[in-house]
């Protein structure tokens, strides 16, 4: 145990799961006065039993919990959001939004208010640099780095946050927390979007009013089928298309106007390749902002591998991104995140 950590107090986001439990194990170990706060995020659907759960982790560790209710701000900041998006004909990613507003933003406000030095979060990826010019490297295990959402913090929120895994494989994680019998030590993995408890479409069609129209082949022009509403399908789409007899078919455009779906027989299609992009709301978290020509990584989706790129900076402060090579589906509304190697340089939301 660390004695120059004993004065310090860290807030630990416990969600229930194995990673938020380990990083409260690994932070009591090195000193820390650890407290635990469950979120309330507004869901539909099933009850969520994860907040019963954190408690009894929290319990098991001795340490102080309590849960904030965020449902009507999570509702307003990401949910909200989310629907407007794909109402708009953009395909968002409300984990990047959520992270960056909610799950980490109101809780470092809440934090500070309540005497924590720190926040600490289960997320996978490292803290780099000094204060007041701290960065994001991705984590060590590159299958579960989260480094992709969490691409618009600052360099002063960074000095408020702490990553305990950012240097362990899940593997350790699940062996660390076997070892110290934490009664969630074989928790699932959790969902992608936290707040679906169904099929997205489902949700979608809840939510939104939607209008069928022509799905059209773009080799010929014919018409082979009826869409469900354009919010429901996004670039490069395979599944769920739902056109009988043929295909398989990959949506190549959607337009809005016409209401009409664009789709291709072939996965590489010409039209679905694009070596361009243009960022905007753009976070930069190195020293400079690319006056010139400035050469880099970028992952266009998560999980999509990082790809060479050069960037420049419009006078209006959006971003173009030019590629080595073509890349698939390049997706409006998705993130773009820069790297060089393991280095987070910053991202920026498609347009």
């Known amino acids: 145990m660390s004695r120059k950590n004993k004065n310090k ?3 630990v986001a416990l969600s229930g799961g194995v990673d938020s439990a380990v990083t409260a194990r690994i932070l009591l170990e090195k000193g820390y006065q650890v407290s635990a706060v469950y979120c309330l995020f507004w869901k539909e659907g099933a009850e969520d039993l994860s907040e019963a759960l954190a408690a009894r982790v929290a319990d098991q560790l001795g340490i102080p919990f309590h849960s904030l209710d965020l449902r009507q701000t999570f509702k307003k900041k990401v949910v909200d959001y989310f629907l ?14 959520c ?41 060590r295990d590159i299958l579960k780095d989260q480094s992709y959402f969490l691409y618009s913090l600052s360099p002063e929120e960074l000095d408020q946050l702490l990553f305990p895994l ?11 927390a076997k070892r110290e019998r ?22 979608l069609k809840r939510h939104l009013k939607l209008e069928s129209g022509p799905i059209i082949l773009e080799e010929s022009g014919q018409k082979i089928g009826e869409h469900q509403g354009l919010p429901l399908y996004t670039i490069g789409q395979r599944r769920g298309l739902e056109i009988g007899g043929t ?8 337009d809005y106007k016409s209401n009409i779906l664009k789709v291709a027989s072939t996965w590489n299609d010409q039209r679905l390749y694009r070596q361009e992009l243009l960022a905007r709301e753009v976070n930069w978290n ?14 266009i989706r998560y999980g999509h591998p990082a790809q060479p790129c050069f960037l420049t900076l419009n006078p209006d402060g959006d971003i173009k991104v030019v590629f080595k090579k073509a890349q698939r589906a390049i997706t409006p509304g998705q993130s773009v995140v820069f790297y060089r190697g393991r280095r987070l340089l910053g991202g920026g939301i498609i347009v």
């Open 166 to 176: 950012g240097k362990y494989k899940k593997t350790k994680t699940r062996r660390e």
């Open 286 to 299: 190195y020293p400079r902002l690319p006056h010139k020509k400035f050469s880099c990584q970028a992952v």
């Open 9 to 11: 107090k860290v807030l």
């Open 182 to 203: 934490l009664i969630n030590a074989e928790s699932p993995e959790s969902q992608d979007i936290c707040f679906l408890s169904g099929p997205h479409n489902n949700f």
């Open 99 to 139: 992270n960056k507003q909610v799950k980490l933003g109101e809780l470092l406000n809440y934090a500070a208010a309540q005497g924590f030095d720190y926040l600490a979060t289960g997320h996978y990826l490292e803290i780099k640099g000094r204060p007041g010019r701290r960065y994001l490297r991705k984590g």
């Open 247 to 254: 295909g398989p078919y990959y949506v190549v455009g959607l």
């Open 84 to 97: 407007s998006e794909y109402k708009s004909g953009r395909t968002p990613n409300p984990c990047v939004r």
